[in-house]
Structures are given as structure tokens and as C-alpha cells.
């Protein structure tokens, strides 16, 4: 049988039905259907013709990165994610066309994906791919129509919020078994600034004001691309201040770097951080939470939630909702007065 682009015939050496169509050099290609039901060969010869010359989610993701990847687009940073993501949703989509990624492959993907990882990541890696569906419908030929992310519904992904936070004596744990002062002061800074892993590791001299005591963090180096002031205590200030004028060139967290003998500044705290949750037998605990334990810390102090927004540079007060719990000041209060006065003990 023929549609007019291609066609459908037998062979007498096999019991399955074959398929004749142009390929995207105008050449024929013959493959089998696989099956001898006629239908099911018309309905796979409809699909291989509307491959031919379609837009691969391979090729959409060269081009998106080929594009983002240029300076003035997207940060480093988001970059790295996206190429995490990429690793992910690879062995899921790498081979298919734009048109076959529908919502049964992606049911496929977050079912397996979510065997091993949380749904945070899960959602991330999905935020990728419409990126990519996002950039090809806007940018590239032969895309098509419409992102299948936007009515693919992620109710079901539940994000789990971790406030996992340092309490005192697991402060203190830490900084004794820091094996030298600049790992000390990294973790002191990284408690009483609430500053993330990458802008610590971007911080930089000409960013701290040490008369006013703050350090100003630029569009560069903050996650939401905003400029961002954070106070610094008084102690850790002038610890900071001191480290500056040990330092070389602009640098505040730095080492000497063994083979070029020259400093570098650190691109990452993993391997010194890891030591020192093993040391302290903190295993469950992430560099990520000293960020959560400065804000903790601010809530139980009486500290304004609005404020502790601007400081942490969440977008919304929902974001820091979650500490809110920490600040108990009130329920003493009502204690003393409801149980301190109404139901006080009387003494005989």
C-alpha cells in the first residue's frame, strides 16, 4: 500500500510487513515493521515519514547550549546544572525526535528517575528539558509547536524542604576539629553570614566593606542575579579583616597551589568539608545547612523574617516561612503570663 511518501509492501523471504520511504537525502530507506498486522505497519510508516528531516531533542540541546553558552546569557553556575541534568535525561531522550518526547516518555523518565533521586532533582531535570523545548520552539526550524512540559502535571513531585541546622555544641564540634584557622574562619563565615557555597568561594576582598561591616555580593556571584548586603558581626569581621591583609592580590579563601606555586582561590570546600564531617561524626550534615543554621540562629534570636529574607536573597517571604516555628519568644511570654500568674503555685 502507498500513501504518497511512502509505502508499505512484502517480502517473500519474511513474514513481516516492510516499509519503503524517502530518507532526508531524498535516497528510499527499507526497514521492517517489525509485524504482520497491515495497520500497525501504516501507523509505524506515518511516524518513521514524520521523523524524517524532524528536529532532534539532541540537536535542540547543541544549539541551547551553543546559545546560552555565550557571554551575557546564562551564568556559569546555571550552566553546570543544566549539564547535570543533561547527564540525567540523556539515556531518556538522547535518541528521540522533538515530536516523540510526549507524555508517556516523560512519565517513563520520572518513574525511573525516581528510583534513585528526590523529586527536587526530578523536577529540576524536567525544568531542563522545557528549557530546551522552550529555546527550540523560539529559535530553531522544524521545532515543534508546543512544550509538553507546560500541561505535563508535577503535582505528584513533592519537594521536600531540609532544615537540617547546627545546634551549639555541634558549632562548637566543628570548629574544634577544623585542622587549621582558614577552615575554621570559612566555617565561622558560612554560619554567621548565611552566604551560600559559590559565593563564599567567589568572595572577594574589593566585595567587603570593613568600616560599614558588610559585604555586598554582585549580580555575578548571587543565585537570583541580584545584588545582595549581608551584615557581618563585629568578632567575625575583624577575623576577616585580618585574613585580608595576609592574603595576595583580591583573594579571602585561598591556597597555595603546590604545582604552579602560585594562590588560587578555592573552587570548592568539598574535600576539606568531608574530613571534617567524618572527623566530627556529623556525617548527615551538608555545607548547604550552615546556611540554614545562620538563619535558625537569626529566628531564635528574635530576628525579622523580612529582614532574614533579604539577607538569605529568597525572592519571597515563603521561602523563610519554614524557620518561623524557631522563634519561641512569644509562646514564653504567653507561658508566663497564662501559667505564671492564672495557674501559678501557691505556697502555704
Known sequence: MCNGQGRTYKRPESKAIWLEYPGPDGKKIRRSARTTVQSEAEAELKRLISQVGALTFQEAVVDFFEVKGRPGQLRPKTLANYQTSLRAVAPYLGDLTMTDIDRDVLKELVRSRRTTVSDTSVKRDLAFVSSVFTHAIETMPQAPENNPLLSFTK???????????????????????????????????????????????????????????????????????????????????????????????????????????????????ANFWKRLRTRSDMEDVRFHDLRHTFASWWVQGGGDLLRLKDILGHSSLQMVQRYAHLNTAAHHQEIKEIFGTQFGHRHE
Not at 574544634?176 to 570559612?186: E, G, M, P
Not at 559585604?215 to 543565585?223: A, G, I, N, P, Y
Not at 551584615?231 to 583573594?251: A, G, H, V, Y
Open 155 to 269: 503535582r505528584h513531585l513533592k519537594e521536600k524542604a531540609r532544615t537540617r541546622w547546627l545546634r551549639p555544641h555541634e558549632y562548637r564540634l566543628l570548629l574544634d576539629n577544623c585542622s587549621n584557622d582558614a577552615h575554621r574562619l570559612i566555617l565561622e563565615t558560612a554560619v554567621l553570614t548565611g552566604m551560600r557555597h559559590g559565593e563564599l568561594t567567589s568572595l572577594r576582598k574589593s566585595m567587603i566593606d570593613f568600616k560599614k561591616r558588610e559585604v555586598t555580593l554582585d549580580v555575578d556571584v548571587t543565585k537570583n542575579a541580584k545584588e545582595r548586603i549581608i551584615p557581618l558581626c563585629e568578632s567575625l569581621c575583624l577575623k576577616l579583616e585580618q585574613l585580608c591583609l595576609e592574603t595576595p592580590n583580591d583573594l579571602v579563601f585561598c591556597y597555595m597551589d603546590q604545582g604552579s606555586r602560585t594562590w588560587k582561590p578555592y573552587p570548592s570546600f
